[in-house]
């Protein structure tokens, strides 16, 4: 079945890039996504990326996937103590009806003056 | 523009109580609808999609229905709460023909004890 993998922790200072990494098993994956949940919040849609996409930018955020590798990051510039959050990579596409997400376990980013 | 409101925004109930989970859709017509919930270890889990009124998908067999009695209007049921249903419940919607882009609620607490 479809598997989604992520680690669990990050640290970065404020003002240094932060890099999420994420990496999925189904093949068939059509959008891999990055949402945001802040405590006790529901998940904040982030930024997707077509699977015949290798590289998308918006604003401070950089997402790359490796279709060969089935490997997706989440590159945030400049980060900030209020982008600390857990960020969970997602994929999905239309199967049998509606657009299902499979969601990795979330990567607890911590922001540290 | 379109917003998702889900109630209560927390709760508390004993094993063996049942349960009624709400979540409207407001500023869209014929949105899908989507049911997740997310245990202890933040893991996400789609429980129900439905495509329509009346039109309810089951992802993983459990103690939990779901119903659609109006367009954008989607309830999560129990009639006999287990200690293992506690979670955060997580209503999400995307427009047909723009089912890439799915958009969360604020989630419901639930606590069985």
Known sequence: GEDVEQSLFLSVREGDSSVINCTYTDSSSTYLYWYKQEPGAGLQLLTYIFSNMDMKQDQRLTVLLNKKDKHLSLRIADTQTGDSAIYFCAEGGVKRGGNKLTFGTGTQLKVEL | ?113
């Open chain 2, 1 to 113: 523009s379109q917003t998702i409101h889900q109630w209560p925004a927390t709760l508390v109930q004993p094993v063996g109580s049942p349960l009624s989970l709400e979540c409207t859709v407001e500023g869209t017509s014929n949105p899908n609808l989507y049911w997740y919930r997310q245990a202890a270890g933040r893991g996400l889990q789609l429980l129900f999609y439905s495509v329509g009124i009346g039109q309810i998908s089951s992802e993983v067999p459990q103690n939990l229905s779901a119903s659609r009695p109006q367009d954008r209007q989607f309830i999560l049921s129990s009639k006999k709460l287990l200690l293992s249903d506690s979670g955060f419940y997580l209503c999400a919607w995307s427009a047909p023909g723009a089912d890439y882009e799915q958009y969360f609620g604020p989630g419901t607490r639930l606590t069985v004890t």
